[in-house]
């Protein structure tokens, strides 16, 4: 009795081991489920960051997954082995300032990959410019207080 208990015992863990490798986790805050492996398929259904998906099988950059009663295929580059980790922010606890600074980051990394390698080249080659100077200002800190103070004058400007 004790053995069969044993290689019952077994067996549930291994079970449970492989069961855990086929799980996936969203990473983005969103991803959509598609009919077939492709980006231009026939839209199925969505997921949210952190909903866990079971893997049924994989094809190129693409996994078959079911979520629930929801079958279709995502793309690998929204999906993790590991649940996401949660969001750090310098800005925490004030959702305005914590969005207007991403509409902002999302701007300048815009911006930034708009211009090309060899206009930041000249930046850094232009001898009027203190490389070490604005790497300085860059690495400063700003507190949520003087942000939000920012943020009320720059919007009393453009009332005004």
Do not use: C, K
């Not at 693409?62 to 310098?90: F, H, K, N, Q, Y």
């Not at 930034?112 to 070490?132: I, M, P, Q, T």
Request: charged share 35%; hydrophobic share 40%; net charge negative.
């Amino acid at each position: 009795m004790l053995i069969r208990l044993g290689i019952l015992l077994g067996l549930l863990m291994v079970s449970g081991v492989l069961a855990a490798e086929d799980t996936r986790y969203v990473q983005s805050e969103r991803a959509e489920v598609f009919e077939t492996p492709a980006f231009d398929a026939a839209r199925v259904g969505e997921l949210q960051r952190g909903d866990p998906v079971e893997r049924l099988s994989e094809e190129g950059d693409w996994l078959e997954i079911r979520a629930g009663e929801l079958e279709g295929w995502v793309s690998t580059l929204l999906l993790g082995d590991s649940e996401p980790s949660a969001r750090v922010s310098p800005l925490h606890g004030d959702e305005e300032l914590e969005m207007e600074g991403r509409r902002r980051a999302s701007a300048v990394a815009t911006a930034g990959g708009v211009r090309s390698l060899e206009e930041d080249e000249e930046l850094v080659a232009d001898e009027n410019v203190d490389v070490d100077q604005l790497h300085a200002l860059e690495a400063q800190g700003v507190s949520t207080e003087e942000a939000i103070r920012f943020l009320h004058e720059r919007d009393e400007d453009a009332e005004s």
